[in-house]
């Protein structure tokens, strides 16, 4: 059974997005992992998880068990403990979660009551993103029906476990998304990171310990309880498991998102799912997954795309999706919006993000429509390490530098095509 | 002054906070929803409610990019210009929105019909140029389709 099982995430997801209702859902198959978690302890919950080798699917890949691992358990632990899903689906480019809440909620409240039985949590919020209604709209009807079940509620399916599920609507900031700045929204306040140590599995949510997980992340925990670690495992075609959430934006023939082995080729997934580019469209370059993260070039599409390979191809799996640069746009207009996005969303916390993102978005606007000097290249040299790891409070203004240093290094002659001729070769004026 | 239909939602708001929760999130989307924007005045009051300082509430208040500290049209424009849409062709549909309605981003219209305003990536990438009319997503954007969907907003040519 467990082997023609491929599509753990999406099985259940009809094509007009209508998802199942919760007796569609358990005549499915569904709930059946939750069943067999809570009558397991909940260290041999984690030590499923752990051994499966689930990677966070929210971008950064930190091991999932391993997260969990740190949260103080037993009867001495602070209480109450918190699972937050991060729901806040707002990187540029990224579209995957709202394909999951919209599409099979039950698979993300099943995941999350085996999270929150693993880690003994008695509180779970969704962080929603506001613009998600239609997602919102879905969960809160999921939601009612898995407490009618008994699923959530006190007491779960006579267990001494309970668990209540709160709905969040943000009201939209990206640094909510980072897990500190969510946790910090939902007491009430301005997004603004904390600083680590102390981390939330310690001290979060209301100074209790607090796992965030993304929607995706959560989704496969369903299928890990219920075939195990090593269906997981075998699931992936690199030493990376389970499948992955890819999607495509930009000028291919198809845009969309399509769940595949982790590890699937770059290549498989632009020519064969998403057939290639556009008549009349080449491709110049991709950001792998989502706009904070480096560029590839076509001569990286058969990097596995898996956490490693895509790294070692000097970028970051990031949220697995992509966003197509083919050779009708400027790559120095692409850069532009993507820092001008940064710069608006920066907290304004720490002087180098508050500070640097603007000064960069001036530079690329004088550069893209033709007042930029060549000094400015070496301006942007500079913020690239200046604004890079180590010298802000949070992973927002590194993961801005990202497209930026690897734009400077593969689309040099772009940039200085602009000073020379002081205007934009892709403008039609 | 609250309403008291605000003032309802809002005690029902505050019934659910755990301790040490500060719910001027909620509550700010609350008054929003029946006064379209967050006045000074209406600061004011939710401080009041929530028991804390009005520049507490307004910190909150001017953050988050979906409360507004300044009146907003019956209608809202949120056209996503992140960078999957503007691949697809976002400045064109931004200029043509801004010729219909005569306004740029941050506008509303003199018969305060609509207020235009940029959003961040609304997670519709693969459907794009996309955008958000209250609780609506609109995708696929052209010419063409934003004057079908103005109009039906009340735009008049």
Excluded at chain 1, 311 to 325: C, D, N, P, V
Excluded at chain 2, 67 to 85: A, E, F, M, N, T
Aim: include cysteine; charge should be negative.
């Amino acid at each position: 059974m467990a082997a023609v099982i491929t599509k753990p995430l999406t099985q259940h997801i009809r094509p007009d997005r209508e998802p199942l209702d919760i007796k569609a859902y358990e005549y499915a198959g569904g709930y059946q992992a939750a069943r067999k978690a809570l009558a397991m302890s909940p260290l041999d919950v984690q030590k499923v998880v752990g051994d499966s080798g689930l990677r966070g699917r929210g971008g950064a890949g930190f091991p999932t068990g391993m997260k969990w691992s740190f949260v103080p358990m037993g009867p001495d632990a602070p209480r109450p403990k918190f699972l937050l899903a991060n729901a806040d689906e707002m990187e540029p480019g990224t579209f995957k979660d709202r394909l999951l809440l919209e599409g099979v909620p039950h698979l993300l409240i099943e995941g999350m009551l085996i999270s929150a039985y693993a880690i003994q949590a008695e509180i779970a919020y969704v962080f929603l993103r506001r613009e998600y209604y239609q997602s919102a709209r879905v969960l809160l009807r999921a939601i009612a029906e898995a407490e009618q079940a008994n699923y959530l509620g006190k007491n779960i399916l006579g267990t001494p476990f309970s668990l209540e599920l709160r709905l969040h609507q943000s009201a939209g900031r990206y640094i909510c998304g980072e897990e500190t700045g969510l946790i910090n929204s939902l007491s009430g306040r301005r997004s603004t990171p904390r600083a680590k140590p102390p981390f939330p599995q310690f001290v979060g949510l209301l100074g209790k310990p607090t796992i965030v997980n993304n929607v995706e992340s959560l989704c496969c925990i369903p299928g890990i309880m219920q075939y195990g670690p090593e269906w997981f495992k075998s699931l992936g075609l690199t030493k990376d498991a389970g499948t992955k959430l890819y999607g495509i934006s930009g000028r291919a023939l198809r845009t969309g998102l399509w769940e595949l082995p982790m590890g699937t080729p770059l290549r498989e997934i632009l020519e064969d799912h998403a057939g290639g580019m556009q008549p009349g469209y080449t491709l110049r370059g991709l950001l792998p997954g989502g706009a904070s993260t480096d560029f590839m070039l076509p001569e990286h599409l058969d990097t596995p795309m898996d956490f490693d390979a895509v790294q070692e191809a000097g970028s970051r799996l990031g949220t697995g999706t992509m966003i197509l640069l083919d050779d009708h746009t400027c790559p120095v207009g692409f850069v532009h919006n993507l820092i001008q996005f940064f710069a608006r969303e920066s907290c304004g916390w720490c002087t180098p993000c508050r500070e640097g993102l603007p000064w960069v978005e001036k530079i690329l606007q004088a550069i893209e429509t033709g007042c930029g000097e060549s000094a400015d290249l070496t301006v942007l040299e500079d913020h690239c390490r200046l604004l890079g790891p180590g010298y802000t409070y949070c992973p927002l203004a590194p993961g801005a530098m990202e497209p930026l240093q690897s734009a400077l290094k593969y689309f040099k002659q772009d940039f200085v095509r602009h000073i020379e001729e002081k205007k934009c070769p892709w403008s039609q004026a | 002054m609250l309403s008291e239909l605000e003032k309802n939602e809002i005690g029902e708001v505050l019934a659910h906070a755990l301790p040490g929760q500060d719910m001027s999130i909620d509550v700010l989307a609350i008054v929003q929803k029946h006064r379209g924007w967050i006045s000074d005045e209406a600061v004011i009051d939710i401080s009041a409610c929530l028991g804390t300082t009005p520049s507490n509430v307004d910190s909150v208040a001017s953050f988050y990019n979906l409360i507004y500290r300044k009146p907003v049209g019956d209608h809202v424009i949120l056209l996503c210009d992140s960078i999957s849409c503007w691949v697809m062709g976002y400045p064109t549909i931004r200029g043509h929105i801004e010729k219909r309605l005569g306004i740029t981003f941050g506008r509303t219209t003199a018969d305060n019909r609509f207020t235009l305003l940029p959003v961040a990536c609304l997670g519709a990438c693969d459907l794009g140029p996309a955008m958000m009319i209250g609780e609506t997503l609109f995708t696929k954007l052209d010419e063409e389709k934003i004057d079908h969907i103005l109009k039906e907003h009340g735009w008049q040519p």
